[in-house]
């Protein structure tokens, strides 16, 4: 089985004629490497949980997620990977076909709970002591790894940056837990801009005073896309063989390139874009869709 392997990682210095023309330095920080299937953010977020988790004496982890959820993949394998027992808790009823992420979380031994759209909405409060009633020996990791130990280990992305010369750090916001954990492990002089991928409602406030949110880069909203969404993902692609995904970082690198073109860094800034992963996402899309 692949395991996770943070040598992979490389930072990638993108080059094009509007850089040069804005006299614009943009690196990618590429965890999506890090391993296959498991999104490079989630297998940070996971890591203070694991600590806790091996700290006492349970009998497996449960988590919780949609059918295509990031998250639950990569606790799916990461549990495998530690020969413990995992369940996911899914939202919605069971489909007649699992998506190709279930399939994959089956595939590494998570056992799968399907529960109606209603008993979700409470799965931090009420559903969860049902739960817990349940599986009463279980470790349960909030859905996505939001909180204060997945934002802790979030902040460690910013370890595999030895030269931290950079004006600004990029990065997705899905739950705002990774955005909050590289604001709180930036240095107060840096800006860190969070390109927002769901609509509205559950707008973060910013963490610390050198955050920045963008908030029209949605696209329409949560693993919503357009034509032009998807013609971006492909040009980026052909440009600098870097493969981004629908839901988070096809939307990130659109906003940082919209936002160079706007004029919105000053002359010499040098930024950080943090490629979080996510691409196992993309077998959702129709096959003929992305050129990668
Ligand atoms: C989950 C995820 C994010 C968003 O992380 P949050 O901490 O929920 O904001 C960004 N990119 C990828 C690839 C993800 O899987």
């Not at 999104?39 to 949980?49: D, I, M, R, T, V």
Request: aromatic share 12%; proline share 3%; hydrophobic share 35%.
């Amino acid at each position: 089985m692949q395991t996770i392997d943070l040598t992979n990682v490389s930072i990638d210095n993108i080059e094009s004629t509007l850089l040069k023309e804005k006299n614009i330095e943009l690196s990618v920080l590429r965890i999506d490497k890090i391993h296959p299937v498991i999104s490079g953010n989630k297998w940070f977020k996971l890591k203070y949980y694991l600590k806790n988790y091996a700290a006492n004496n349970y009998e497996g982890i449960i988590t919780f997620g949609g059918a295509w959820s990031n998250h639950i993949i990569a606790t799916a394998s990461t549990c495998a990977m530690l020969n413990t027992k995992s369940i996911g808790i899914i939202r919605g009823e069971k489909p007649k076909k699992l998506s190709a992420t279930l399939q994959f979380a089956e595939s590494f031994g998570m056992q799968l709970q399907f529960i109606s759209r209603e008993n979700y909405k409470q799965k931090n409060t009420f559903y969860l002591t049902e739960l817990k009633k349940q599986f009463p020996h279980f470790y349960f990791i909030p859905e996505g790894g939001r909180g204060e130990s997945g934002e802790k280990g979030a902040g460690e992305i910013l370890d595999l940056v030895t030269k931290i010369d950079y004006t600004h750090i990029a990065c997705a916001i899905g739950t705002g837990t990774m955005f909050s954990g590289i604001c709180k492990a930036s240095t107060p002089s840096q800006k860190i801009i969070g390109i927002e991928v769901l609509k509205g409602l559950n707008s973060i406030t910013s963490p610390t005073p050198n955050a920045i949110i963008y908030s029209e880069f949605h696209f329409g909203g949560y693993a919503k896309y357009t034509t032009e969404l998807i013609n971006f993902m492909n040009n980026f692609y052909e440009e600098t063989k870097i493969p981004t995904d629908f839901v988070y970082t096809g939307k990130l690198f659109y906003a940082i390139m919209e936002l160079i073109k706007k004029d919105r860094f000053p002359q010499g800034s040098k930024l950080l874009v943090i490629h979080s992963g996510g691409l196992q996402g993309n077998s959702s899309l129709q096959k003929e869709l992305l050129k990668f």
